[in-house]
């Protein structure tokens, strides 16, 4: 099956925005709660925005400067982070939330974000 693929990543100054986009095969998109994850070198992935049936939710440390969507015709789930901060800089990734859902078991590559002037 085609992997969770993220895009979108980039170097950007603080106070910033970037959009990130992961397209995903239709059979998770359509099946599973989607999520973004992020990760810092030496440090565990960590959850940071949620789209279920319920609505959608974020870790405090993004919440009202980030925004989790999804395009059901595009099989996408978006990412649009503004008023990016130092601390946001990691490697992100999209996938089923919990992660431990996934039929496809892996992880796509990730996106790097680097918020830094």
């Known amino acids: 099956q085609v992997p969770l693929v993220e895009s979108g990543g980039g170097l950007v100054q603080p106070g910033g925005s970037l959009r990130l986009s992961c397209a995903a095969p239709?059979?998770?998109?359509?099946?599973?709660?989607m999520g973004w994850y992020r990760q810092v070198l030496g440090k565990q992935r960590e959850l940071v925005a949620t789209?279920?049936?319920?609505?959608?939710g974020y870790a405090d440390s993004v919440k009202g400067r980030f925004t989790i969507s999804r395009d059901s015709a595009k099989n996408t789930v978006y990412l649009q982070m503004n008023s990016l901060k130092p601390e946001d800089t990691a490697v992100y990734y999209c996938?089923?939330?919990?992660?431990?859902?996934?039929?496809?078991?892996?992880w796509g590559q990730g996106t790097q974000v680097t918020v830094s002037s």
């Open positions: 996938n089923t939330v919990p992660a431990t859902m996934n039929p496809l078991g892996s």
């Open positions: 239709r059979s998770i998109f359509s099946t599973y709660a």
């Open positions: 789209h279920t049936e319920r609505g959608t």
